[in-house]
């Protein structure tokens, strides 16, 4: 196979990229996402402040664009991300508790709803732990009015909203198997599963560079979470640097996602260098001019294509 998309296809796994609306007009742009990848994520147009800036009232055009090219294109699409403490509009913060509650899960049933069908996989909840050493849950909104019980209560509510997508947990710094983070990501993971609480994949989210390298023991990571009887995804991929240092990094996330059987697919943040969130770097697998870069190839490669 000679494209990411059909080689990660012969190896049972979708190859996908984050898509911004705004550049769909774009013709090197578009026809690099359609030979390329197989999944779309919608970058930042699923967010809830770009869904329910108002109280429920719903915007679902700009993200609806990015639905419909993937779908018209054949390509899975991942739903990102329905609970966040970040791009959360202003009249969430400010809710008291039981306000709160039916504020979320009106935002899942709603937007769950409105793409019964379409999405393969939902980020329900995304990045609800704290950086460090602490392991603890990240003092969002959520955290202080809900207590503990909110990210259970989320995965409940989108198991009914939409029982055919595959329910997600998405975070950072949870690739290093050693570190607090991960273990409690972990920790959450292996008490849902016991106690049958709907969770069907861990989403890592895979943004590298020199203060946050690829870990020696990322396949353990990704291997014991699959144990645990979910599925594990790569779900925002980029690695700062150049060159065959950043290539060789490349590969070895795209092999360690082979190596488990379970890692069902890899989704890159972004297409063309310069359109990444971290500007100023490159991170992705195409330059400004779509040339494919030799991290590209590595991954290629990787995945058995050429
Ligand atoms: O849309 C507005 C525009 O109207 C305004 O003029 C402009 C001026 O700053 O801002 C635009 O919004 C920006 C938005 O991207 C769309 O381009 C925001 O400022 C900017 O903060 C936002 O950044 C996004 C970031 O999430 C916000 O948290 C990045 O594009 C997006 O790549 C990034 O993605 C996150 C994942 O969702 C979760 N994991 C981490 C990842 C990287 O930060």
């Not at 000679?2 to 742009?29: C, D, I, M, P, Q």
């Not at 509650?101 to 996989?121: K, L, P």
């Not at 609800?128 to 989320?154: K, M």
């Amino acid at each position: 196979a000679s494209t990411l998309g059909a080689a990660a296809a012969e190896k049972g796994r979708y190859f996908g990229a984050a898509v911004a609306a705004n550049h769909l007009g774009e013709s090197t742009y578009v026809s690099t996402l359609n030979r390329e990848f197989t999944s779309v994520t919608a970058e930042n147009e699923m967010k809830w402040d770009a869904l329910e800036p108002n109280r429920n009232s719903f915007q679902f055009a700009t993200a609806d664009r990015i639905a419909s090219h993937a779908r018209g294109q054949g390509m899975k699409l991942r739903g990102h991300t329905l609970v966040w403490h970040s791009q959360l509009p202003g009249w969430v913060q400010n809710l008291q508790t039981n306000d709160l509650r039916s504020a979320m899960n009106n935002h899942i049933n709603q937007v769950m709803a409105h793409y019964r069908g379409q999405i393969d996989s939902w980020d329900v909840v995304n990045e609800a732990f704290e950086d460090g050493s602490s392991g603890a849950r990240r003092n969002s909104v959520f955290q202080q009015r809900l207590g503990n019980g909110w990210i259970e209560e989320a995965f409940r509510t989108a198991r009914q909203a939409d029982p055919n997508a595959k329910l997600c947990y998405n975070d950072y710094n949870t690739d290093n198997w050693s570190h607090a983070k991960t273990q409690a990501v972990y920790a959450m993971v292996r008490d849902f599963t016991s106690r049958g609480v709907p969770i069907d994949c861990v989403g890592f989210q895979a943004h590298f560079n020199s203060g946050n390298p690829v870990p020696s023991n990322y396949h353990t990571t990704l291997q014991n979470f699959a144990d645990l009887g979910v599925d594990v995804q790569i779900t925002e991929l980029d690695i700062a640097g150049s060159g065959q240092q950043q290539a060789e990094q490349y590969r070895g996330i795209t092999q360690a996602c082979l190596a488990v059987s379970r890692c069902n697919g890899i989704t890159v943040w972004g297409i063309p260098d310069h359109y990444s969130w971290r500007s100023g770097d490159t991170p992705l697998l195409f330059d400004r001019n779509y040339n494919k870069k030799a991290a590209y190839t590595a991954v290629l490669e990787a995945l058995g294509g050429s």
